[in-house]
């Protein structure tokens, strides 16, 4: 899927301009709350800015805080009226990291007793050994040479 550009067709730019219709659940200046169509699970919500910023990476850092504080307000509002036993924060980033819709949103996947849900990191995996975790923490401290 091909990246929108702003006052184009995206549909997040759509339904922050009530173009599309959408259950929202939480709308400030910057950020927009609403319920996922495909939900994994009840209460699954996307936050999101009301501009148009495709990803993380051209994310302005100001907006990022504001984002953040709306999942927090989002997912302490989900706690209190759905009885969750847990909660996701999951975001992609460009399409080898499952993004499909090239307008930057956090997925609050609220958790429960049996869901099907199934978040996989290499838990399981075997360890990093330290140097190398050591040695990649200097490069990202700018500290060490790039890679």
Known sequence: MAAYALGEDCPFCRIVRRELAAAIVHEDEETLALLDLHPATRG?????????????????????????????KVARTLNERLGLVGLNL?????????????????????????????????????????GELQRLAALLRGEAPRA
Do not use: C, W
Request: without cysteine; charged residues 20%.
């Open 44 to 72: 699954h919500t996307l936050v999101l800015p009301k501009r148009h910023v495709e990803d993380i990476f051209s994310m302005p850092e100001e907006l990022g805080v504001e984002l953040m504080a709306t999942a927090v």
């Open 90 to 130: 999951v975001q992609a980033n460009g399409a080898p990291a499952g993004q499909t819709i090239f307008h930057f949103h956090l997925h609050l996947v609220p958790r429960y007793d049996g869901d099907s849900v199934v978040l996989r990191f290499g838990h399981g995996s075997k360890a990093a050994e330290m």
